[in-house]
């Protein structure tokens, strides 16, 4: 600061000597100077905060990119597939094509949702190939989230990417939620090979 009050001064004392067109000049220069100073000293803008569909499953709560959300839907009966996981629940029908089911919660490796008859919501993901919808207890909200924390791993799946705080719309309780990664959430469920029938 006292700088840039000696530099005024030295320029004040020149400017009594130059001519309009040096002085002007001068003048730029310092208010582009200005400028730039003002832009260093503001925070670096914070990104766009991320927007997630709330929803709980088990005692916790857990936020879906909003961007790998195709639709909500009411939970629905279940064909059960023989021989899969615990955590896949069944597949249905929509739209001409088979959707599979999959427990959020038993496959995080919590004490698997409620059954289809005590309500629920299917979050159907955008993923094309296959079609999979997330059994959840609930569907709350959608909501900008601020991350609470930057640190990576020791997350009690893999697929859970962080923890963050909802910033609108919710209970105080309901606040802070789980972070999840549906492509690493869904590994485990989905063949390794990408041609059917290989």
Same mark, same amino acid.
């Given at each position: 600061?006292?700088? $840039? ?13 130059? !001519? %309009? ?14 400028? &730039? ?12 905060? %991320? ?7 088990? !005692? ?14 009411? $939970? ?28 959020? &919660?038993? %496959?995080?490796?919590?004490?698997? !949702?409620? $059954? ?40 009690? $799946? ?41």
């Amino acid at each position: 600061m006292a700088q $840039s009050l000696r530099r005024k001064l030295k320029l004040i004392n020149r400017a009594k000597a130059l !001519s %309009a067109e040096e002085r002007a000049r001068l003048i730029l220069d310092e208010r582009t100077e200005r400028l &730039a100073a003002r832009d260093d000293e503001k925070a670096a803008p914070e990104a766009e905060a %991320a927007r997630v569909l709330v929803c709980g499953a088990g !005692s916790e709560n857990f936020g879906v990119p909003v961007e790998a959300v195709a639709e909500v839907l009411p $939970s629905q009966e279940c064909v059960p597939v023989p021989d899969g996981p615990q955590a896949l629940l069944g597949v249905f029908g929509r739209n001409g094509r088979l959707v599979s089911v999959i427990d959020l &919660a038993a %496959a995080l490796g919590m004490p698997p !949702s409620g $059954s289809d008859d005590e309500g629920g919501h299917f979050v159907l993901l955008r993923n094309e190939q296959p079609q999979v919808a997330l059994r959840v207890d609930r569907a709350l909200a959608v909501s900008a989230v601020a991350p609470l924390t930057d640190e990576a791993g020791g997350f009690r $799946s893999e697929a859970v990417t962080g923890y963050a705080k909802a910033e609108s719309g919710l209970a105080d309780q309901d606040r802070i939620l789980s972070l999840l990664d549906t492509d690493r959430l869904l590994r485990p469920f989905l063949p390794s090979s990408p041609v059917p029938g290989v």
